[in-house]
């Protein structure tokens, strides 16, 4: 995402949190062969994919940069 990557994910763990299904990335309903094929060709067809790039790009750069990482983790051990 960082480098502008269309993603392609499932919801898995913190994913759907992180991820917005048309917004910043893609989510799949699992990860089958099929689906995986299926949803390629749909997101290939999609228009707007450089706004969904620029999105996710915006999303790593706002909450998972290493500056903001170590803010959020100095943040936590100051709780300890």
Do not use: W
Not at 4 to 25: C, E, F, H, Q, R
Not at 33 to 47: E, G, N
Not at 49 to 72: C, D, F, H, P
Request: hydrophobic residues 40%.
């Amino acid at each position: 995402m960082a480098c502008g990557t269309i993603i392609l994910v499932t919801p898995v763990g913190a994913v759907p949190d992180i991820i917005k299904n048309g917004i910043n990335g893609f989510i799949l309903q699992n990860n089958s062969p099929d689906i995986i094929a299926k949803r390629i060709l749909d997101v290939l067809d999609k228009k707007g994919l450089q706004q969904i790039s620029n999105n996710g790009r915006t999303t790593i750069e706002n909450n998972y940069t290493y500056e903001i990482a170590v803010k959020r983790f100095k943040h936590i051990l100051e709780k300890i």
